[in-house]
């Protein structure tokens, strides 16, 4: 029951992309461009920012980070708004640098009327220089900049961009991660230069923040494996993703037994979707966070982090924690975690006893670089 409505989910979602795609097209062939579209901006005449992102994931919303780092770069006297429509973004976005506000639209039902007229009288007031759209083929971002009211515009032009672009960049063919495409905005719009391997996604812990991280995560710890500890690796887990990117609790199960007998000394810790959520195993340690960025601060203090391509898997990565992701439905090229103390598990075909002997593997190595 639960793969029939995952497909039905997915065949869903495929029909909304190709509506908006063919709504997209017909508004490009309509489009009357007024005056050239210029090669690049002169960072001191904008000191008002919007980067508007019209989805409603955590990851995505991670996504941004490494964009938002790169604006400030380039524009370190502007103000840099967000607008989104994930719930928790003001959560995980506090404390980037030159970030001054995060608005938020329903995740669903983004439509309301009030809702939306108050946001858009908003983004009106503030009278921004540019607002900036990272993603290709966003109806509902390209609806956002036309809204805005912004002076200049920023995105991706391709043969169904509908909205007159003031630099429209090139969809670079060549990078197709999530996180990484939205740089090349900056690099054609500024002349910004990316760096491989040093762009990451971000979230801004403070040092209380990390210190209360720390307690709760011991506190946790204390529960179900008492002290002493030392020297015995924790590693924390996810075991909840959604929809077809579940690999369901025997799985996860089957895992840790098989990945216990090649580590005995390893300290499981699984983060939880909800406080009553089914552990995978009982005397297994958990935590449950009702903020992602409590979240983010207390599973920092993990020695590792296995997930499949989840939201907690990016917040891992970005708290700095070396990530193992799990891929079989999605893409890694597109979605997997981007620091390169991260890897890649591809899981298509393979076993959670083959997936555990594999993980050993990897975490051995790095412990072995390490020493």
Known sequence: MAGSKGTVR??????????????????????????PARLQFDPSAIRQVLVVRMNGRMGNTLFMTPLLAGIHEVLPHANIDVLVRYPDAADVLRGLPGLRSVMTLPHAGW??????????RTCR??????????????????????????????GFGDTDQWLRLDVAAEVPPGVR????????????????????????????????????????FERRLDVAYPPPRAGR???????????????GPQWWHDFWQAYLRLRPDALPIEVLPTATHPAVKASFASVHCRSPRMLA????HADGFFSADTGPMHLASAAGVPTIAFFDQTN?????????????????????????????SIVASRSAKER
């Open 10 to 35: 997915a065949w869903e979602k495929r029909l909304r992309r190709r509506l908006r795609a063919a709504m997209s097209r017909v508004l490009a062939a309509l489009r009357s461009d007024q005056g």
């Open 111 to 120: 439509w309301d009327a009030r809702t939306l007229l108050r946001t858009i």
């Open 125 to 154: 007031a503030n009278g921004y220089d540019l607002v900036i759209d990272p993603v290709p083929n966003s109806t509902g971002g390209r609806m956002a900049m036309w809204l805005s009211r912004a002076r200049w515009r920023l």
């Open 177 to 216: 991660h999530e996180a990484l495409r939205p740089l090349e905005l900056l690099q054609q719009a500024f002349g910004y230069t990316v760096i491989p391997g040093q762009a990451r996604l971000r979230i801004a812990n403070d040092a209380a923040e990390l210190a209360a991280g720390a307690r709760l």
């Open 233 to 247: 690796p924790v590693i924390g887990f996810f075991a909840s993703a959604r929809g077809q990117k579940d690999l």
């Open 297 to 300: 601060a207390t599973i920092a």
């Open 332 to 360: 890694p090229a597109a979605f997997g975690p981007i620091k390169p103390q991260d890897t890649v598990l591809k899981i298509g075909g393979k076993s959670p006893q083959e997936v555990a002997e594999a993980c050993a």
